[in-house]
């Protein structure tokens, strides 16, 4: 592992560990993105895959609101995508203007030659990311120990479904065909999945991630039961397999986080799941999340979100509503402890950066006058 600075604001890290604290730390996901003027000046004529695989332009693209935000939030996630799995597996990703990831050539059936050819390939993740553990180093150089930084990957389910339907959808035809039709395969790709995303995480916690989140984005298109057969024994298999493995490499275990978007019919089998960190959507209310979480009965678990990216549009007096839900919500025992303050979902276009700063100066406020007030 290389010599890297020591930490200096351990804010988030001490919240995952349920330690009192004076206010929640706060980061949003997407925080590094297309939202930021300065994010278009570092990109230029680059494609999106092509700063991914820069690790002096994902580098200064994760910094970027870590300095325009300094003092405000607690944390940088690494700018990345959850494709490149898929990428080291050698299917061709595209991101396309105005569409989204593309995917020429998707699995079509267990039969269709690339989907035979796949499983029995023998898959390199240190050599095919490099670049990613590249830039994790390269940042974790660049910060100094201001904020920890988060790794991540996306969830077998989410990645199974962009590499069937050869991108995003509404209906997830090709998905539901894969799992309902041939559950047999299906479960096969995942469990390979699986074991790369793991693989993968503890590659870039050698490279320096101090936690890891995992994106399910797309677990709200499951059942509840489909759910608990297709997608949580992926994510338990992960979050089981990961200390495993960095014990294996002589690496510290990390906190780890698990966002499962839409899947609020879960929220115990989450708490349950052996993440250390439950990330909610704007679907659950915060009071209620609180409370399941705290009733597990294997010990509480640390929450974090969970408001709406779309309040950003309505302005100070929507935000600052918003945010005094989440407060009275995930804060209001007085313990000062358990929640990572976030949004629950990625930073969307055209949000108004300084919109952005008000909402992160508002979770330091009102959690401070909440603790103040105990």
Same mark, same amino acid.
């Given at each position: 592992m290389p010599d890297l600075p020591a930490l200096k604001n351990d804010l988030l890290l001490r919240a995952v560990r349920g330690d009192?604290?004076?206010? !929640? !730390?706060?980061w949003v996901m997407r925080q590094a993105g297309r939202y930021l003027p300065e994010y278009h000046e570092a990109k230029g004529n680059h494609d999106f895959f092509a700063c991914c695989r820069s690790p002096e332009i994902a580098s200064t693209l994760t910094l970027q609101p870590i300095d325009r935000y300094a003092g405000l939030i607690d944390a940088a996630i690494i700018f990345s995508d959850i494709l490149v799995i898929p990428q080291a597996m050698g299917m061709t990703v595209q991101m396309l203007d105005g569409k989204g990831p593309h995917f020429p050539r998707p699995l079509k059936s267990p039969t269709d030659g690339?989907?035979?050819e796949l499983m029995a390939r023998q898959i390199d993740v240190a050599l095919e990311l490099s670049y990613v553990y590249e830039a994790i180093? &390269?940042?974790r150089q660049k910060l100094d120990g201001r904020v920890p930084l988060f790794g991540f990957c996306g969830a077998p389910w989410t990645l199974l479904c962009y590499m069937v339907e050869g991108g995003g959808t509404k209906l997830f035809k090709e998905s539901k065909t894969w799992i309902y039709k041939y559950p047999d395969a299906s479960k096969k790709l995942l469990r390979k999945l699986s074991e790369l995303c793991t693989t993968y995480l503890a590659l870039q916690v050698k490279a320096g991630a101090q936690i890891v989140q995992v994106f399910d984005s797309w677990a709200a298109e499951l059942s509840p039961s489909a759910f608990k057969e297709f997608a949580l024994p992926e994510l338990r298999y992960i979050s089981s397999h990961l200390p495993v493995t960095l014990r294996k490499m002589d690496l510290d275990l990390v906190p780890m986080v698990v966002f499962a978007k839409g899947a609020w019919y879960a929220l115990e089998e989450l708490c349950d799941s052996g993440y250390q960190v439950v990330g909610l959507d704007w679907l659950q209310d915060p009071a209620e999340a609180a409370? /399941? /979480?705290k009733a597990m009965p294997e010990g509480r678990v640390c929450l974090q979100g969970n408001?709406? !990216?779309?309040? &950003?549009y309505g302005g100070r007096e929507a935000i600052s509503k918003a945010v005094a839900e989440m407060v009275e919500g995930f804060w209001a025992d007085g313990e000062g402890r358990g929640w990572i303050a976030n949004l629950g979902h990625g930073v969307t276009p055209f949000v108004n950066p300084d919109d952005l700063? @008000?909402? @992160?100066?508002?979770?330091h406020r009102l959690s401070k006058d909440k603790r103040s007030s105990k």
């Open positions: 009192q604290l004076d206010r !929640p !730390p706060i690339q989907y035979e180093t &390269l940042t409370k /399941a /979480a408001m709406d !990216p779309g309040v &950003l700063k @008000f909402f @992160f100066e508002e979770i």
